[in-house]
């Protein structure tokens, strides 16, 4: 059982950064998929980024190319998500999620078999 917490949320205005951290209880496959989503009020959950561990290699949502950056620290267990020049429409729970895989569904939430919690974002116009 893999367990995932978020962190890093809050509110900002528009314009401004934050970076979320996701950490893991465990990497039990150093081939994972860790994909980060978000939920806005009343809406689906859709996909931001992902990162597949094993190559480093990474996807984003067009809305947030250029915008968020993906990393690991396989050194402290954790993704983080960068989020710059943060948008109103940008707000919403996101939450990390863990599968195992290249990531070839990586914006499909029933990819994924482990989530956290989640951490909210309030961008403010």
């Known amino acids: 059982q893999v367990k995932l917490v978020e962190s890093g949320g809050g509110s900002v205005q528009a314009g401004g950064s934050l970076r979320l951290s996701c950490a893991f209880s465990?990497?039990?496959?150093?081939?994972?998929?860790i994909g980060w989503f978000r939920q806005p009020p009343g809406r689906e959950r859709e996909g931001v980024a992902a990162?597949?561990?094993?190559?480093?290699?990474?996807n984003y949502a067009d809305s947030v190319k250029g915008r968020f950056t993906i990393s690991q620290d396989n050194a402290n267990n954790a993704v983080y998500l960068q989020m710059n020049d943060l948008k109103p429409e940008d707000t919403a729970m996101y939450y990390c999620?863990?599968?195992?895989?290249?990531?070839?569904?990586?914006?499909?939430?029933?990819?994924?078999?482990?989530w956290g919690q989640g951490t909210q974002v309030t961008v403010s116009s």
């Open positions: 999620a863990a599968g195992w895989g290249r990531c070839e569904r990586w914006f499909t939430p029933s990819y994924f078999s482990y």
């Open positions: 465990e990497y039990t496959d150093a081939s994972a998929c």
């Open positions: 990162i597949y561990t094993a190559a480093f290699s990474t």
